[in-house]
């Protein structure tokens, strides 16, 4: 089979990158007898050791609008000949003679309208719709997700395929120097609380930093707030710099910024606890590899995250202050409890590995082509 897969603009694509790339090298780790041709606006140098039969052509714009019309105009003509396209990350375009799949990750835009721009809900509410109906099969990441299409855009049921992303091979306990060499990289304290992700108002930090502060006060806590991520200017959370100067934190939250990804699993490994307040998730890829690391959890319940991690993590249903703390008190302050929860992390991330989401994808290949 020839297949092209469409994955523009995946490096802004946060946990949602990290998926796509996961499965790519487990999909050609899989699969070396077809050809492979990918799209990508920038070169992405873990996928060189697959050059036998995979090809990368990188697009000449690197603008998110420009991308999306250099990939109307330009894809069309370019993946005539294939056997069938994939769209990795959401967005499909018109005018594909050969079956077309698309990956959706979330409908974060439709179910919390109210934190995206105008014209984002419009093309997700009317342009999205419109590639979805128009592909042969959708895989999505959870059946949380699977549901939202069906009461969002009626697709038929049986098109939707879920299959869940894979954390990448390196998420796994880091050792006691490893985790000190981190703590010293980015002057990180011994006892830390962290959150891993885009800094955005869907993440919901200002709840965060706000539980944090009352954490504080009603414990003899020392350590820091630590939060790992970049400032997402598109549903940027206007509030949260302003939260911590009122409550004087200044000193307490650290912000890193983006850090490399082989630097991510010491920082888990080292956490006393990971905390995800996010208003919704797709699934939450983040909180896998988390799990990986055996990092203890307390998370939101929103979307897919109950289906995703079970029992092997805290589930807050109502997210405001109270229930951060009292959930931060009984995880950091009773070791027991921390080191169960280190072992169930440990045991339930084992399900999330690369070579299913693999052979599952290419079994939805091979289907589509080949009957």
């Not at 002057?187 to 959150?195: A, N, S, V």
């Not at 079970?310 to 302050?333: C, F, M, P, Q």
């Amino acid at each position: 089979m020839k297949i092209a897969i469409e994955a523009l603009g995946i490096h802004y694509f946060g946990g949602g990158r990290t998926a796509t790339l996961n499965l790519f090298e487990a999909l050609f780790t899989l699969d070396s007898r077809n050809e492979y041709l990918i799209f990508l606006s920038q070169p992405e140098p873990s996928l060189n050791t697959f050059a036998g039969n995979v090809t990368q052509r990188i697009a000449p714009v690197q603008n998110r609008f420009l991308l999306r019309l250099w990939a109307q105009y330009s894809l069309p003509s370019a993946v005539r000949g294939y056997d069938l396209v994939h769209f990795a990350k959401n967005l499909g375009v018109f005018g594909i003679s050969a079956p077309t799949v698309i990956t959706m990750y979330d409908l974060t835009t439709l179910v919390h309208p109210e934190i995206f721009p105008r014209f984002d809900v419009w093309y997700w509410r009317n342009i999205q719709k419109q590639t979805l109906l128009d592909a042969e099969a959708i895989i999505t990441i959870s059946k949380t997700t699977a549901d939202d299409i069906l009461r969002y855009y009626h697709i038929p049921r049986e098109r939707i395929r879920v299959i869940y992303p894979a954390y990448a091979n390196h998420f796994k306990p880091a050792s006691i120097n490893e985790i000190a060499c981190i703590r010293d990289r980015y002057r990180i304290p011994e006892t830390y609380i962290l959150h891993v992700g885009r800094i955005d108002r869907k993440k919901n930090l200002t709840v965060l930093v706000r539980a944090f502060a009352e954490f504080q006060k009603q414990t003899t806590f020392n350590g820091k707030l630590v939060l790992v991520g970049e400032e997402y200017l598109k549903s940027r959370d206007t509030i949260l710099h302003p939260t911590i100067e009122q409550l004087e934190l200044r000193d307490e939250v650290i912000f890193t910024g983006r850090v490399p990804d082989s630097d991510v699993p010491a920082l888990y490994s080292g956490a006393a606890v990971t905390v995800f307040p996010s208003l919704h998730e797709g699934f939450g890829l983040a909180h896998v590899e988390a799990m990986a690391c055996g990092s203890p959890l307390i998370a939101s319940s929103a979307g897919a995250v109950r289906e995703v991690l079970g029992e092997a993590a805290i589930l807050l249903d109502t997210i405001d202050t109270n229930s951060i703390v009292e959930a931060l008190i009984r995880v950091v302050k009773d070791p027991i409890l921390r080191q169960e929860m280190q072992r169930r992390s440990l045991a339930h991330s084992e399900q999330f590995r690369g070579e299913y989401s693999a052979r599952q994808t290419l079994r939805l290949y091979e289907e589509l082509v080949l009957g």
